[in-house]
């Protein structure tokens, strides 16, 4: 699993590669933490590059979302594909998340 | 069932990546596509993981997983443990229309399973919990 960050006008791009399975999935979620602790509040995680997904994954996502609610913030989803957007729709995370085509239609959608 | 592969090992996540690879490279050998092994290695997955956390209640133990494939048929992955009764069908499951808020963070592991594989048996024999998953190969 590879992570990358960037910032884009008030919004946080974490690009997530690889895989996230219970292994790496406290990585990632560790990760999410630190980035709200230093202030971030508006996320978009691009899952563009994500191969695989399991419910360590879905659990480390869901922590970080009712996290960011508790402290007004916003938690949005791009570039899902393959076996992630499959796992997104059968957990019912398609519908609970706001998913996007593309990390600029989620930053820019209000 | 013609058995592929087979390996025992301590019921631990340092063994995940170990097992779940053994699993996949089988997957592979029978010519089963990416999209499904991928789906078989989530479902292998959450199986283990379940059994690394609970079967033994912080007290050691093993996990055997093994191919096997019935040619041209099937292709099952069984897991066995010793530890806790566990029957993945007696687990409710989630509600999928939450919301974050309400959304509960267990359950989703059995019901990606039960969701992905073709075929799902569990069978409690001899103090041992028996898991099968299975995909058919026919496409």
Do not use: W
């Amino acid at each position: 699993m590879e992570i990358t960050t960037r910032q884009e006008k008030d919004a946080t791009v974490v690009m997530v590669q690889g895989r996230i399975d219970a292994v790496t999935a406290p990585e990632f979620e560790n990760h999410l933490s630190s980035l709200i602790e230093k202030g971030g509040r508006r996320f978009i995680i691009n899952l563009g590059a994500l191969e695989y997904i399991s419910s360590a994954g879905l659990r480390s996502i869901l922590a970080t979302a009712k996290r960011l609610k508790a402290e007004q913030g916003d938690i949005r989803f791009s570039g899902l594909q393959g076996p992630v957007e499959e796992v997104f729709k059968i957990s019912g995370f398609y519908s609970i998340f706001k998913i996007f085509d593309s990390d600029a239609s989620a930053i820019n959608d209000v | 069932m013609e058995v592929l592969s087979t390996i025992r090992v301590p019921a631990k996540l340092d063994h995940l990546h170990a097992l779940i690879d053994m699993v996949s490279n089988c997957a592979k050998e029978q010519g089963l596509g990416e999209k499904r092994i991928n789906e078989i290695e989530i479902a292998a997955e959450e199986a283990l993981v379940n059994i690394f956390h609970y079967a033994y209640q912080g007290q050691g133990g093993d996990v055997e997983i093994s191919c096997k494939v019935e040619r041209g048929r099937t292709f099952t992955i069984e897991i066995i443990d010793s530890g806790m009764p566990f029957d993945p069908f007696s687990v409710s499951e989630p509600d999928t229309t939450l919301d974050v808020a309400e959304r509960q963070i267990g359950g989703i592991g059995v019901f990606l399973i039960k969701k992905l594989m073709d075929e799902v048996t569990y069978q409690r024999d001899n103090n041992k919990n028996i898991l099968t998953l299975t995909v058919d190969l026919k496409t």
